[in-house]
């Protein structure tokens, strides 16, 4: 049975047209984050607002080294499922990109002590999910954060809580920096 013809000026064509538009544009930002992360993985379907792309442990680590950023674990470890490790396989490549764009926009040491790896709390925006990394606390990636972004209250368990101008939130959890990222904060 042939498809019944739509008016071009109607507003079935005009959702058409966005439909066709964000899946064009989806597909060449999916393209670009491919050739910027070799090894990713786009997680999503058309119907997602925003795909997310997930990276590889091999894939972090080097995006981090480049940049000099350092990472430990209490296990000297990177298995996923190792509380004691820091993995970043499942990563978001948003999150290592906004944790190269800290680096940069800092000019700060940064140590990454928490990734992917299971132990961590729960939720949409989780660790486990990619969104969150844990950095060492630094004096000057502290005042970085403190002296750059708008304070914005304590966080339900007590962090004091900072957000970037790109939306990205950075929680003081006493002896870390939990960073939740919603992007690459302007990569």
Same mark, same amino acid.
């Given at each position: 049975? #042939?498809?019944?013809?739509?008016?071009?000026d109607?507003?079935?064509?005009?959702?058409?047209?966005r439909? +066709?538009?964000?899946?064009?544009?989806?597909? =060449?930002?999916?393209?670009l984050?491919?050739?910027?992360?070799?090894?990713?993985?786009?997680?999503?379907?058309?119907?997602?607002?925003?795909?997310?792309?997930?990276?590889?442990?091999?894939?972090?680590?080097?995006?981090?080294?480049?940049?000099?950023? +350092?990472?430990?674990?209490?296990?000297?470890?990177?298995?996923?499922?190792?509380?004691?490790?820091t993995?970043?396989?499942?990563?978001?490549?948003?999150?290592?990109?906004g944790?190269?764009?800290? #680096?940069? =926009?800092?000019g700060?040491?940064?140590?990454?002590t928490?990734?992917?790896?299971?132990?961590?709390?729960?939720?949409? !925006?989780?660790?486990?999910?990619?969104?969150?990394?844990?950095?060492? #606390?630094?004096?000057?990636?502290?005042?970085?954060i403190?002296?750059?972004? +708008? !304070?914005?209250?304590l966080?339900?368990?007590?962090?004091?809580q900072?957000?970037?101008?790109?939306?990205?939130?950075?929680?003081?959890?006493?002896n870390?920096?939990?960073? +939740? !990222?919603?992007?690459?904060?302007?990569?």
């Amino acid at each position: 049975m #042939k498809s019944p013809t739509v008016p071009a000026d109607s507003p079935a064509a005009a959702k058409r047209a966005r439909h +066709t538009r964000g899946t064009r544009i989806r597909s =060449a930002v999916t393209a670009l984050a491919l050739v910027a992360a070799p090894g990713a993985v786009v997680v999503g379907s058309a119907g997602d607002a925003f795909a997310v792309t997930k990276i590889s442990h091999a894939t972090a680590t080097s995006m981090f080294r480049e940049v000099g950023i +350092t990472w430990s674990s209490s296990g000297g470890c990177s298995d996923r499922n190792n509380s004691s490790c820091t993995s970043f396989d499942q990563l978001n490549l948003a999150t290592a990109q906004g944790a190269q764009t800290l #680096k940069r =926009a800092s000019g700060c040491a940064l140590n990454i002590t928490g990734g992917t790896e299971t132990g961590h709390a729960s939720g949409t !925006y989780s660790h486990w999910n990619g969104y969150k990394l844990d950095f060492s #606390k630094y004096t000057c990636v502290g005042n970085y954060i403190k002296n750059s972004f +708008t !304070y914005i209250g304590l966080r339900g368990d007590g962090a004091p809580q900072w957000r970037s101008g790109s939306g990205n939130v950075y929680a003081d959890e006493g002896n870390h920096w939990d960073v +939740t !990222y919603y992007n690459c904060g302007g990569c």
